[in-house]
C-alpha cells in the first residue's frame, strides 16, 4: 500500500513520560506521522477477499507492524507499521 503518512494512538501518559496519576485514566492521543520532505511510503500489509452468495465482495487488509522506530518509541507508541524500503 502506498502512503504519504499515518497516525498512530498513543497513551497521554507514556507520550509525557511519566506515570499515570492515582485516579487518573488513561487518555488517547493521535499522533500524525509523515516524512519530511513529503514523500510515498510503501507499506506491508496482508490482505483478503471474502466472498459469500449474493453478497458483495468484502476486501479487507491489515499493515504489517514490529517494534517502534525511535521517534515512535519517543511518543510512546509500542508499535509501528513496516516501511518497504526500494
Known sequence: ???TGFYE???LHLYEHRELGPD??????????DPE???NM????IWDRW???NEPDLYSFAAITDEPLPEV???GHQRTIITIQE
Not at 42 to 45: F, K, N, R, S
Open 51 to 53: 466472498t459469500r452468495p
Open 37 to 39: 520532505p513529503s514523500s
Open 1 to 3: 500500500m502506498v502512503i
Open 24 to 33: 487518573e485514566k488513561a487518555k488517547n492521543l493521535v499522533l500524525e506521522f
Open 42 to 45: 510503501l507499506v506491508a500489509c
Open 9 to 11: 494512538n498513543a497513551p
Open 73 to 75: 518509541a519517543a511518543t
